[in-house]
């Protein structure tokens, strides 16, 4: 963990001045973020919701905690400044997208829980167009049109009559609230009265207040349903979330955010169903259908326009 965060922030600079090496961070966050569910199945089959996102977020403090623990001290005025504010990001992330993530899986599938995420990097834009004034190109709408119809393409397998068919549940609604709220927290995580606070401790605190958030509710699951894990592969599991899909995955978006801005960053989540494709065939041996290739051609040509620095286009256009 120190390597990974070491290369992190050694690289911020290089990143800030090579745009090719930035969009390399912003490809690899995604497959950290797509790998929580198929990490965490084991985990998932023998833990409640609250207990699971409590475990998970407690081990990633204890690792993160000594690392960033000189950073903290530093910071510690800033921090106590805008204490409510970290408060209420790490209830967005850890507590709703968190517990109520493992809570709505339970309700509903997979592929609508992906299909709905999906709309986040559009609910991003729309936050950051409505609170901050942001200007979206013409380029941008053509990108984002394109990547929702390769995601609607891999999670409908290509059929319409799967896409007519997905009935809303109660899952289906949690799940949408989580979407509003990881929106909300990416663009809340570039207001300028935390940019004073470094990466690395600025989620060390949201991570360390989100446990302690997810605390009283786990402790209330326990209680009732003795739910704490008790076998090695279920351990194992919680290990990996925390290490993989909650520490790299929220660094990596964390730094991105902070490079190219929320709406780019958050664009780069339509990697997620690809990706979580891809490593459901490695990991899962689920086979690879010619309508997830039909997918993944739009959702690449979305990015790409939609984000892709301004600069490329007018050169291009020039000559």
């Not at 911020?12 to 390399?24: G, L, V």
């Not at 790409?304 to 020039?318: N, V």
Request: proline letters at 5%.
């Amino acid at each position: 963990m120190q390597i990974i965060s070491g290369i992190l922030l050694v690289s911020t600079t290089h990143f800030q001045k090579n745009w090719a090496s930035t969009y390399a961070l912003l490809f690899l966050m995604p497959i950290f973020m797509s790998s929580n569910i198929i990490i965490a199945k084991p985990a998932i089959a023998q833990t409640e919701p609250w207990t699971l996102a409590f475990f998970r977020w407690g081990v990633a403090s204890l690792v993160l905690f000594p690392i960033a623990c000189h950073e903290l001290k530093r910071c510690l005025p800033i921090i106590r400044k805008n204490l409510k504010l970290l408060s209420f990001m790490a209830f967005l992330a850890m507590w709703v997208c968190g517990a109520i993530v493992y809570l709505a899986l339970q309700e509903t599938s997979a592929t609508n829980g992906t299909l709905i995420y999906s709309v986040a990097p559009v609910l991003i834009l729309a936050l950051e167009w409505l609170f901050r004034g942001r200007k979206i190109a013409f380029r941008e709408i053509v990108g984002i049109a394109l990547a929702i119809i390769g995601v609607f393409i891999i999670v409908t397998k290509g059929s319409l009559s799967n896409l007519l068919g997905l009935q809303l549940n109660s899952g289906d609604l949690l799940f949408a609230l989580c979407t509003l709220s990881w929106a909300i927290y990416s663009v809340l995580i570039k207001k300028s009265d935390l940019q004073a606070i470094p990466t690395l401790p600025l989620f060390a605190i949201i991570a360390i207040l989100g446990t302690l958030l997810l605390a009283p509710f786990a402790v209330i699951e326990m209680t009732l349903s003795a739910s704490i894990p008790t076998t090695q592969e279920a351990w194992l599991s919680i290990a990996g979330v925390a290490l993989i899909a909650s520490i790299a995955s929220f660094l990596t978006y964390q730094y991105s955010i902070r490079l190219v801005g929320p709406s780019i960053a958050g664009m780069f989540m339509y990697l997620m169903t690809p990706y979580g494709v891809g490593m459901a065939v490695i990991f899962l041996g689920e086979r690879l259908q010619p309508f997830h290739y039909l997918g993944f051609a739009p959702i690449m040509a979305g990015l790409l326009l939609a984000t892709l620095p301004k600069s490329i286009f007018t050169k291009k256009a020039r000559v």
